[in-house]
Every structure is written in structure tokens, then in C-alpha cells.
């Protein structure tokens, strides 16, 4: 891999030194380089998440892309920065209940004895690279996070504005392989019931908040505040796309 291309692609400068603050950099400068997007899906173009294909899009021809191209990507980049990195399975919360479908994909990061929730592919950032066996919370996106029991396996915590906390989404601790995502990646990219089918959505990590494109709308949130501009015509969409998310 051309680690150089990748870490001018996301502006990194420090050490790649395999630590937990390098860990940490990498992550968060990942996050606020590159979007979290659907154009691929939108456009009906299959998804190729291998890892030549991921680094050709995203380092390459400097796009974004869903959880399994974004971690895919990280991944490999942190096995060849001497890091012990594993693929996992975690389900989002969408409020009905989990189904145990484990079809997002996360990484789980051993160092020093200790083990890491690591994940670059999510539309809201938790912050620091969480440790999974201890429950102490830090502040994320918008809100605090922390890991913790669910029913047998793991959840990533968010504290909620009614004060209580809520699963993210839940994850296993059984390390996956790349080819274990093929189905879940082939759902989200075809299915009619697939949120990242039925609309445009783009979103990237700013040093002020989060910048996000649904559908025709353009949301600008601060501090959990948000702002909506709708976007008028597809030049206008175009523009956005190049000029917020560098996107062309």
C-alpha cells in the first residue's frame, strides 16, 4: 500500500508510530477527509470494496464512500502501519429492535493489552478510539459515548437529551473476514428497502460540526443545532458536492 498517497489524502502529518494517539489522529483526520456517501449506490454502480478497489476510490480518485469501503480502507492501512486490526460485525439501532443481522461493519484494534472499537464508516463520529472492556465515557459528536454489555455482547453507548443511554448500535466481538460483508454490502446497494437506495446521502465530519447532504437538503449541524438550506437544481448539488465535500 501507498501509505504516503493515503496520508496526504487525509492531510496527516504526525507520526505513524503504531500507538493509541497516532490511532487516534488518524482516525479523526480520516473522518474530516473523507465523506461518508452513497453516490456509487445512487448511480447504480456496484460497490467494490476489495482493498485495491477501496484505495483506488477513496486515495486514488479521492472520494468517500459507506462503512464497508471506509473501514475496509482503514483497515489496511493500520495492518501495514504494524497494527493488529480485525474486521467485526455490528447492527445499527433503528429503533425496532436488533434482528442480530450484524451487516455494519466495524474494526475491533488490539494494543497494549487492551481492545479498541474502532469506525471510520459511521455517520456520526464517537470520538476517541472507544476501549471495549471499560465502560468510562468520553465525549463524542455531539454527545458522550461508551461501550458496554447488551444481552451477551457489546454496545456502543450515546447519552441521549432525555438523559439516558442509548445503543448505537450493538457488535460482536467474533473477528469477521472481508468476504463475510458480501451479502449485507450487496443488500445495502440493491434492496428497495435499503435506506443508501431510496436516497442521496452524503456527510462529512467538520472541525465546527457536521456537514450533511439528505436528499435535496443541505444540514449544517453545530452543537446539535441544525441548520437546512434545500438544494434548488443539480448544478447547485454538483457545486456542494465539489466544494464542501471535495467531491467532483
Same mark, same amino acid.
Given at each position: 500500500?501507498?501509505?504516503?498517497? &493515503?496520508?496526504?489524502?487525509?492531510?496527516?502529518?504526525?507520526?505513524?508510530?503504531?500507538?493509541? !494517539?497516532?490511532?487516534?489522529?488518524?482516525?479523526?483526520?480520516?473522518?474530516?477527509?473523507?465523506?461518508?456517501?452513497?453516490?456509487?449506490?445512487?448511480?447504480?454502480?456496484?460497490?467494490?470494496?476489495?482493498?485495491?478497489?477501496?484505495?483506488?476510490?477513496?486515495?486514488? =480518485?479521492?472520494?468517500g464512500g459507506v462503512?464497508?469501503?471506509?473501514?475496509?480502507?482503514?483497515?489496511?492501512?493500520?495492518?501495514?502501519?504494524?497494527?493488529?486490526?480485525?474486521?467485526?460485525?455490528?447492527?445499527?439501532?433503528?429503533?425496532?429492535?436488533?434482528?442480530?443481522? &450484524?451487516?455494519?461493519?466495524?474494526?475491533?484494534?488490539?494494543?497494549?493489552?487492551?481492545?479498541?472499537?474502532?469506525?471510520?464508516?459511521?455517520?456520526?463520529?464517537?470520538?476517541?478510539?472507544?476501549?471495549?472492556?471499560?465502560?468510562?465515557?468520553?465525549?463524542?459528536? =455531539?454527545?458522550?459515548?461508551?461501550?458496554?454489555?447488551?444481552?451477551?455482547?457489546?454496545?456502543?453507548?450515546? &447519552?441521549?437529551?432525555?438523559g439516558e443511554w442509548?445503543?448505537?448500535?450493538?457488535?460482536?466481538?467474533?473477528?469477521?473476514?472481508?468476504? !463475510? &460483508? =458480501?451479502?449485507?454490502?450487496?443488500?445495502?446497494?440493491?434492496?428497495?428497502?435499503?435506506?443508501?437506495?431510496?436516497?442521496?446521502?452524503?456527510?462529512?465530519?467538520?472541525? =465546527?460540526?457536521?456537514?450533511?447532504?439528505? !436528499?435535496?437538503?443541505?444540514?449544517?449541524?453545530?452543537?446539535?443545532?441544525?441548520?437546512?438550506?434545500?438544494?434548488?437544481?443539480?448544478?447547485?448539488?454538483?457545486?456542494?458536492?465539489?466544494?464542501?465535500?471535495?467531491?467532483?
Amino acid at each position: 500500500m501507498n501509505i504516503a498517497a &493515503f496520508l496526504d489524502r487525509i492531510a496527516y502529518q504526525g507520526t505513524i508510530e503504531p500507538t493509541l !494517539d497516532t490511532l487516534t489522529q488518524l482516525q479523526h483526520q480520516f473522518l474530516l477527509s473523507v465523506p461518508f456517501e452513497n453516490l456509487h449506490i445512487q448511480n447504480k454502480t456496484p460497490l467494490d470494496y476489495s482493498s485495491d478497489g477501496v484505495f483506488n476510490k477513496i486515495v486514488v =480518485d479521492r472520494r468517500g464512500g459507506v462503512c464497508y469501503e471506509a473501514n475496509g480502507l482503514f483497515h489496511d492501512v493500520l495492518k501495514t502501519l504494524g497494527y493488529q486490526v480485525d474486521f467485526i460485525g455490528a447492527e445499527m439501532n433503528s429503533g425496532n429492535g436488533f434482528t442480530g443481522e &450484524f451487516n455494519h461493519m466495524a474494526l475491533m484494534v488490539e494494543l497494549d493489552s487492551e481492545q479498541y472499537l474502532v469506525d471510520v464508516g459511521n455517520g456520526k463520529a464517537f470520538g476517541i478510539p472507544k476501549p471495549i472492556h471499560h465502560t468510562k465515557a468520553s465525549q463524542g459528536e =455531539d454527545t458522550q459515548y461508551k461501550v458496554a454489555g447488551y444481552e451477551g455482547m457489546k454496545a456502543l453507548y450515546a &447519552f441521549s437529551e432525555e438523559g439516558e443511554w442509548v445503543p448505537r448500535y450493538v457488535f460482536e466481538l467474533k473477528v469477521r473476514e472481508r468476504y !463475510d &460483508f =458480501d451479502a449485507s454490502c450487496h443488500y445495502v446497494q440493491t434492496s428497495p428497502d435499503s435506506h443508501f437506495t431510496q436516497k442521496l446521502i452524503v456527510s462529512l465530519l467538520k472541525e =465546527d460540526g457536521r456537514l450533511t447532504i439528505s !436528499d435535496r437538503t443541505l444540514i449544517h449541524t453545530v452543537n446539535g443545532l441544525k441548520q437546512e438550506q434545500e438544494i434548488g437544481t443539480q448544478q447547485e448539488l454538483k457545486q456542494i458536492l465539489e466544494t464542501e465535500f471535495g467531491l467532483k
